[in-house]
Nanobody, 126 residues
Framework: VQLVESGGGLVQAGGSLKLLCAPS????????MAWYRQAPGKERELVAT???????YYVDSVLGRFFISRSIQKNALYLEMTTLRPEDTARYYC?????????????????????WGQGTQVTVSS
């Protein structure tokens, strides 16, 4: 499956952005979708997940500020990011993992587990 992210940009601290991930096929019923982010010099870290049954998970650093959602009709996955902080600056990636596959807290190159998009850059200025 191919994944294409969009919606990144430059925003001031306290602002909001909504990222979009568009899969090449209708996969939401059979995979766990995830958003990751990677800042320069750091590992690619998990941000949020949505399982095929709609259950969500957030890492502590974004809990209450970021919200993962999907539209089955539009075949789209979203990450709404609010109250952004400079430390949220990173490249954000969409990923899809087959149901039953462990979703790592940190993904390491060459990212052979799951399918990945190319990412979209989010920069939060102070």
């Amino acid at each position: 499956v191919q994944l294409v992210e969009s919606g990144g940009g430059l925003v001031q601290a306290g602002g909001s952005l909504k990222l979009l991930c568009a899969p090449s096929g209708n996969i939401f019923g059979s995979v766990t979708m995830a958003w990751y982010r990677q800042a320069p010099g750091k590992e690619r870290e998990l941000v949020a997940t949505m399982r095929s049954n709609g259950m969500t998970y957030y890492v502590d650093s974004v809990l209450g500020r970021f919200f993962i959602s999907r539209s089955i009709q539009k075949n789209a996955l979203y990450l709404e990011m609010t109250t952004l902080r400079p430390e949220d600056t990173a490249r954000y990636y969409c990923a899809a993992f087959s149901s039953g596959t462990a979703v790592p807290q940190e993904a390491k190159a060459p990212y052979t587990s799951g399918s990945w998009g190319q990412g979209t850059q989010v920069t939060v200025s102070s």
